[in-house]
Every structure is written in structure tokens, then in C-alpha cells.
């Protein structure tokens, strides 16, 4: 007996067989002797993508919206240490991606990772077709057929709009009074806009739109964007800026961290990720987010 998922980004999913916790147990002694005490009983759903590997060749998949630098970009393969897409023929590299990659090492797995519309990521965890879901516009959070790990990274929010509008010099939310203003739908980031006073609340968008390219080309007038990941990609819209607005009055993000999602009852693989995640420093984090920002010029907004 098979299932077959529904395309991934123009990529039909290979079909994979039923039965994947027996198959699993053949492969946790080997993979929770590389973690001491972590259970990868959670490194579900893979087995129908892969001959049965080796114990210590354990995979899962990642499913990653790749529009959103410079925590997760599209790039070309020969990108220094980024990850090829199962579904694409390009890589992913960035913030995230190096974290996963910190994570897998943690927990004695591979991951393998496949590029999913953020909207998507939500329905394809809890049905199997990825084992995690990783996004900087925290998808799925409301959803309790989702479990989520300890935040990894904070979210401060900021307003980007470009350098020669009037909106460029504002220093209050009500300073954005008729911007035009719209993010990526079913997001902390569209939500944001809510709280924005006066703002043109203009339809959100749909897969694969980065709203700050739609900022750089005037559709729209600003939008709303994580302060960091933004800064770390800056040169990459060297006509774009952040308004000055205090971080106390900008809007707040719902979740106001980022965590990797998974299916609920996963709970030994989040006790797993949780474990590895605590074990990454600050230090590490400040080093994957400089290696992001060596990347981000490498992006591949538009393919």
C-alpha cells in the first residue's frame, strides 16, 4: 500500500510505502548512539525516499520555504556548504539552513531538505510528507495538530520602505497614515500590519512572493519584515531601509521567537531537537548569522 503527496513546487513527491515506525526501530539504536539518551523516534516519514540506509545514515526531511533571506535562500550548488533540494535543482543556504545543518549533526541524522511554499508546510508535516517544517514566517503556530521545539531565534519586527519615500523618515506607526502596505499571507508578518494605523492594508501575498522586491519596484509602499534577517540581506536592496521607528512601538510578532515545528506526537524527536538545540551558543548563532550574510548576495530571489 502507497501514498503519494501532491506536488512540491512543480515536483510531483515519489510514492513511499506504510509502515514507517517499523521501520524506524531498525534504524534509533544505532542513530540515539550518536545523541546519548535523544530518541529519533520522531525522524518519521522517510523510509519510502530511501533504500533502508545504514544505522548511522538515519535521514529526515526538512521542509523549507526558501524566499526568505537570509534565513533561507535559494542558491546556486556551488554555494559553499549549502543544501541541495530534493525538489529543486538549486540549494538552500542561510540562517536556518546552517541551523538545521548544527541540529542534524546533534541529533546523528542527514537531512534532507525540500522546498515548500510556507503555506504548504503546516498540512505536509502532519501528513507525512516532511518530518520538520522550518520558516522565518512562522507558519503553523496556531495549529495544534503542530508541536513546536524552544525558540532557536528571536523575532523584532521592523518596517522597510524605500529610501526616497515620504515614509522613509517615520518615526511612529502613525507616520505610515496610506502606505500602501502588504507581506506574504497567512503570516506573524501580515498580521503585523494589522496594528500599523492609517496603513493600506493591501492583499497579502500569495507562494514564492518576497514583498520587498514588490517594495524596491514601487507596487507597494512598505512592508513588514524580521529587523534581523533583513539587515543581514540589506545589500541586496541597497534602495530600501528600515524606517525609523522605535522598537517599542513597531509591530510585535505573535510568536515573537523562531522554533522547528513537528507532528504532535512526536514528542521523543522534539525532546531530541530540544536537547540539541540547547547545546548551540550564542556564539554559534552569531557565526551562522555571519556566514548568512556572505550568502545573501548569492540569492536567487527570482527563479
Known sequence: MTQTGRPLGGAPLLERPM??????????????????????????????????????????????????????????????????????????????????????????????????????????????????????????????????????AAVDLAVVCRADSRFAGATSLEALEGARMAARSDTDLDRAIAQVPGAVHVSPYGSRTYPCLKVASGEIDATVVDRRGFEQCAGVFPELVVAPIPPAQCPRADEGSLRIAVRHDDTAFLDSLNRVIAGITDEDASQMWRDAKEVSPRTLLEV
Open 19 to 152: 509502515g514507517r515506525r517499523a521501520f524506524l526501530r531498525s534504524c534509533i539504536a544505532g542513530a540515539a548512539a550518536l545523541v546519548g539518551t535523544a530518541s529519533l523516534a520522531g525522524c518519521s516519514g522517510i523510509e519510502g525516499f530511501l533504500e533502508p540506509p545504514a544505522v548511522a545514515q538515519a535521514a529526515y526531511r526538512v521542509g523549507i520555504d526558501c524566499a526568505h533571506p537570509a534565513y533561507e535562500m535559494l542558491v546556486d550548488p556551488s554555494v559553499d556548504r549549502s543544501l541541495p533540494l530534493e525538489n529543486r535543482d538549486y540549494n538552500v543556504s542561510g540562517f536556518d539552513a546552517f541551523f538545521l545543518s548544527r541540529v542534524s549533526e546533534g541529533l546523528g541524522c542527514r537531512p534532507r531538505m525540500v522546498d515548500v511554499d510556507h503555506a504548504d508546510l503546516a498540512d505536509y508535516l502532519k501528513r507525512g510528507y516532511i518530518d520538520v517544517a522550518v520558516s522565518s514566517v512562522f507558519n503553523g503556530s496556531r495549529d495544534t495538530g503542530i508541536a513546536f521545539s524552544d525558540p532557536y
